[in-house]
């Protein structure tokens, strides 16, 4: 029996297609067996798994339904088909929905999986004012995150470790309400024993290893990938040294940055100034 190799590197489809190989072959059905669950051919299920043909939203939903994936095919369905993504977010949020592990590493905003929807909403509605994209992307920017965020709700969900530079929740974007309502939403899910959050204080100064936003995912075969972003597109890396040093400086960042409980302090604190 012939079977095509897919590289999930080369395109979001190709990605979206492997993984639904894999999911199938893992619970021990045949392309036929998938079919009568779902009301598809198993010419069809081929045609998606070889990424010959692109999945409709209702059958990224019968897959996952049929193979236990709580809404990681959907999520990946959107990537598909946002305009409005950074080149290179679809792949990455590909890796995303299988890791097992999920590092982060942010800069400047809180990070998506743990952004309230309004907070998003304000940074998508300043960049239509700005021209950077139109009303219908931010929608479906909007969409895809809330897709993306059933990630962490999972019966299985990864470890999540955010460290977040102190600007992250002392900036207000979409003003005091909606400032308040997001770091509200920060205490409550730091409760989590599946999530972690630092805050890497402004006095760390120049002993903070990173400049830039990044993140971490760990596999359940032990490997890790990063991924960044330039201005222009975001970059999946896979070069062991890189990833090695991106390991190290975050382990190194772990230990410099504020304790859970103090972190939890510093937020509620940044939350009670905004009442003021």
């Known amino acids: 029996m012939n079977r095509k190799k897919l590289d999930p590197q080369s395109s979001p ?3 979206f297609g492997l993984r639904l190989r894999t999911s199938r072959e893992a619970i021990g059905l045949t392309q036929g067996q998938l079919g009568h669950l779902i009301g598809y051919s198993d010419t069809h299920i081929s045609a998606v798994e070889t990424a010959l043909k692109s999945p409709t939203l209702e059958f990224a939903r019968k897959c996952d339904d049929a193979l236990g994936l709580e809404g ?11 305009t409005a993504l950074l080149d290179g977010f679809p792949e990455h949020a590909a890796q995303e929905s299988r890791a097992a592990r999920i590092r982060v590493f942010e800069a400047n905003i809180i990070p998506g999986l743990l952004q309230t929807i309004p907070y998003a909403a304000a940074l998508a509605s300043a960049a239509v004012r700005r021209g950077r994209i139109t009303k219908i992307q931010a929608d479906e920017r909007l969409k895809f995150l809330s897709n993306r ?10 470890l999540f470790h955010a460290v977040l530079d102190e600007s992250c929740i002392r900036r207000p974007i979409g003003g005091p309400e909606v400032m308040k309502e997001q770091l509200a939403h920060l205490e409550d899910v730091s409760a989590s024993s599946r999530i972690i959050i630092q805050v890497s204080p402004f006095g760390l100064g120049e002993e903070a290893p990173f400049r830039v936003s990044m993140t971490l995912l760990s596999f359940a075969d032990r490997t890790v990938v990063g991924y960044s972003e330039s201005l222009e597109r975001g970059y999946v890396v896979r070069t062991p040294g890189t990833v090695a040093a991106w390991e190290e400086d975050y382990h190194r960042l772990q230990v410099e940055a504020l304790s859970k409980r103090a972190s939890q302090a510093m937020i509620r604190k940044a939350r009670e100034d905004l009442t003021l």
Request: glycine letters at 4%; proline letters at 4%; hydrophobic letters at 50%.
């Open 149 to 158: 965020q059933r990630l962490l709700a999972r019966s299985e969900a990864p």
């Open 13 to 15: 489809r190709a990605a």
């Open 72 to 82: 990681t095919l959907e999520t990946m369905w959107w990537g598909l088909k946002a």
